[in-house]
């Protein structure tokens, strides 16, 4: 089997446990679910399970764990002349295209997330995580430390913006433009958040 193949059919077998997941968690609610029942959902053993996800609730949240080295690859791949705030904003928008892509899989996603304190605890710590691996790539681009004011600040700026976003897509049932919506957010960002006008 070719790595590329391999990496695909892992890919797969990871999304098909966290559909499962979802779908479960949407029909009977989280604490009345299983890792056995999401991997026979999946159609995997609990042992395949747990070399995807650690426990049910990361099955549920489906975040990979390469997501944020991800991201800060991207931003060190922009042009070098973008200051440190157009280049993370190319990235985010260019995120929310992909994950305009999957419309279905965010309105289950966000709806059993955001119906959970635990989960919606679970991933605002995910997303501290992955905000100091993309401060750290910002700090690089600009010649700062990591713990410096600027890119600690753009890195979480940049989380909330997205998650904005998504809100404001579910607002719209998901009919609006994501990587619009995402564009929107960084636009107000940039001009210094003015009032809007009433």
């Known amino acids: 089997m070719t790595s590329g193949l391999r990496e695909r059919k892992k890919a797969a077998t990871r999304r098909a446990l966290h559909v499962a997941a979802l779908e479960l968690v949407a029909a009977r609610g989280l ?11 999946a159609d995997v053993s609990p042992r395949t399970f747990f070399n995807y996800f650690p426990g049910k609730d990361d099955a549920v949240l489906g975040l990979d ?4 080295d991800a991201v800060a690859r991207a931003l060190a791949a922009r042009p070098v002349d973008e200051s440190p705030l157009d280049a993370l904003r190319a990235v985010a928008h260019d995120q929310a295209h992909d994950m305009a892509l999957e419309t279905d899989l ?3 996603r966000m709806q059993v997330i955001d119906a959970s304190p635990a ?4 991933l605002a710590a995910a997303f501290g995580r992955g905000e100091q ?13 990591p713990h410096d004011l600027y890119p600690r600040l753009l890195a979480g700026v940049s989380g909330v913006a997205v998650r904005t976003a998504l809100h404001r897509w579910l607002a719209t049932d998901f009919t609006a433009s994501l990587p619009d919506l995402v564009d929107e957010a960084w636009a107000s960002l940039a001009a210094g ?3 809007p006008p009433s």
Not at 119 to 122: G, I, Q, T, V
């Open 65 to 68: 764990p390469d997501e944020a």
């Open 106 to 108: 965010w309105t289950l």
């Open 133 to 145: 691996s993309v401060a750290a790539a910002l700090a690089a681009r600009c010649g700062a430390g």
């Open 193 to 195: 958040l003015p009032v």
């Open 119 to 122: 989960l919606l605890a679970r």
């Open 31 to 41: 604490d009345a679910v299983s890792v056995d029942d999401i991997a026979t959902a």
